[in-house]
Each structure stands twice: as C-alpha cells, then as structure tokens.
C-alpha cells in the first residue's frame, strides 16, 4: 500500500466504514418501522420521535462521507476496495433519502392523529410491511455481500409499485364516496408516495450491493409497476 500504509490499517478502516453504513442501515430500519407504528395507531407521541431521530441519520452520512474521502485520498485504492468505497458513498446517500421518507410518514401521522375520524390506515399495511422487510434483506445483503439476496430484493420492487397504484386507485374512490374523508385520504396518499419511494431507494442500494460484489450494474431494466401516473376515480353513477 502506497505511502507505507499497511494492509491491516486500510481493512481496519473499511471494517469501520462497513459498520458505520450499517449502523446507518439500522438506524433507517428502526426509523421506518416506528414510523409505520405511529400511522397505523395514530400515534403523534412516538411520530414526534421519529422525526427528531432524523438528525442522527444525516449525522452518520457526514461521518460516511469523511470516511470513504479519507480512505479514497489516503489509500488510493483498486478494484474491488474501489467499488466498496464507492458503492458505500452512494448507498449513505439513498439511506439518507430513506430517512427523509420516514420523516415523511412520521409528519402525516401527526396530522392523521388530530382528525376526527382516522382514514383506512390499514390499507397501507402490507406495503409497509413489505417495504420493511425490503430494508431489513438490504442490510443482511449488504453485510453478507449477498448478490442473490440483493437481485431478490430489486425483484420486489415492482411488488411495491403495484400495491401502491391499488391503494391510488381505491383511496380516490373513496374520497369520492365519502367527501369527509377527502384530507384524511390525502395525506395517507403522501404517506403511502412515501413508503413506495423508501421501496425504490432500498432496490438502489440492492443494485449497488450488486455492483460492489459481481463488478457491474445490472444490465436489465428494472421492472416498474407504479402506474398511479394514469389511474383515474370516475364518478359514480346515479340511480335514477
């Protein structure tokens, strides 16, 4: 290693990096999940939390980002110790992202909270389900380095984009059958935007998982099912 640095003293700083990306991993995860909580009970108490946890996510991308700039003017690195160091700036970047997301959740549930009468937050819960678990196998699959644990994760985001143009489609009839729901609905509509955009950046750090280990990005187009863009809710038809 140039400079007469040692090949123990770089893995000892990519070891740290690799536990400071899944720390941040962790942090996410937990974020998401407390945040599905706080929708699901209307719980503005524990979404009040999670918004103040933010912080700490945005704490651990600057430290990331210190680290891989460090490792990359420092140690100057080849091959795969470049990809590594790569693939974890782009992957602190969409965790980052991931966090704003459950941020997002987080501020609607307060909202949600302090209506009248909660919309059908119950609606969301396979998406949020899926989506956490999505987490959960990108941080197993970035420490195990698991490729194939990785391609199972990107296939599952088309499952997401599917769910969430079913939940479009079934949250504008029911704004249209019941009007008084119409503000309720609409920001669990932001809320569910938001879980499927967590969705799309997990299947981000699943493809640069993929990169770090096999060399390359897929070369397949990733199959997108969020068809929301062309749903239209008509009118219901009057008896006469």
């Not at 640095?5 to 070891?15: G, I, K, S």
């Not at 602190?92 to 966090?99: C, I, Q, V």
């Not at 993929?210 to 099912?225: A, F, I, N, Q, W």
């Not at 068809?227 to 809710?233: G, I, N, R």
Request: overall charge negative; some cysteine; proline content about 3%.
């Amino acid at each position: 290693m140039a400079g007469g640095h040692t090949v123990a003293a770089f893995d000892a700083e990519l070891t740290a990096l690799h536990a400071a990306i899944d720390r941040m991993a962790g942090l996410v995860e937990q974020q998401l999940a407390a945040a599905l909580d706080a929708l699901t009970l209307a719980d503005a108490d524990k979404a009040g939390v999670v918004i103040g946890g933010d912080a700490a996510i945005d704490q651990l991308e600057m430290e990331i980002e210190a680290m891989a700039i460090r490792l990359l003017a420092l140690r100057q690195p080849m091959a795969k110790d470049l990809r590594d160091i790569v693939a974890a700036l782009k992957i602190a970047s969409n965790l980052e992202r991931m966090g704003d997301f459950a941020g997002s959740v987080a501020k609607r549930a307060v909202t949600l909270a302090g209506l009248p009468t909660l919309p059908p937050v119950g609606s969301l819960s396979w998406m949020g389900k899926t989506v956490l678990s999505m987490v959960g196998d990108m941080r197993r699959a970035y420490a195990e380095q698991d490729a194939a644990l990785a391609t199972v994760i990107r296939d599952r985001d088309g499952e997401v984009d599917a769910a969430y143009t079913s939940l479009f489609r079934e949250f504008l009839t029911y704004m249209m059958e019941t009007p008084a729901q119409i503000t309720g609905c609409t920001h669990l509509l932001f809320a569910a935007k938001s879980i499927e955009r967590i969705g799309d950046h997990a299947t981000n750090v699943a493809e640069n998982i993929l990169y770090l280990v096999k060399g390359h990005l897929p070369t397949d187009e990733r199959h997108k099912e969020d068809l929301s863009s062309f749903a239209v809710a008509l009118p219901p038809v009057l008896e006469s």
